[in-house]
């Protein structure tokens, strides 16, 4: 397994933007799928964004397309989820993933790695 470290929530206005970082290893961030992932109050935990740094694929939960972006730097390790024209739905807690073997990118269980989130709230 690797270790997931995620940083960046915090307490925001809806409208304002927020930065979300998972730090986690070279060889994750370049050879396997990395995504973002969030669980609200008692709700499931549904996909945010993915990214497979090799082949230069993006993948995006339709609620967030247009607003957020995912991006990897190889170099640090590290996955990034940039988020703008925050909303309250967008209110949960933010989970970094990874996966080694991922066939479809918004399923949960295809991952094998998790961090410990970060919480995100946006005040209306």
């Known amino acids: 397994q690797v270790q997931l470290v995620e940083s960046g929530g915090g307490l925001v206005q809806a409208g304002a933007s927020l930065r979300l970082s998972c730090g986690a290893s070279?060889?994750?961030?370049?050879?396997?799928?990395m995504a973002w992932f969030r669980q609200a109050p008692g709700k499931d935990r549904e996909f945010v964004a993915a990214?497979?740094?090799?082949?230069?694929?993006?993948y995006y939960a339709d609620s967030v397309k247009g607003r957020f972006t995912i991006s990897g730097d190889h170099a640090k390790g590290t996955v990034d989820l940039e988020m703008n024209r925050l909303k309250p739905d967008d209110t949960a807690v933010y989970y970094c993933?990874?996966?080694?073997?991922?066939?479809?990118?918004?399923?949960?269980?295809?991952?094998?790695?998790w961090g410990q989130g970060t919480q995100v709230t946006v005040s209306s």
């Open positions: 993933a990874q996966g080694d073997l991922v066939i479809a990118e918004t399923a949960a269980s295809h991952y094998d790695s």
């Open positions: 070279k060889y994750a961030v370049e050879r396997s799928t």
């Open positions: 990214i497979r740094w090799l082949t230069n694929k993006f």
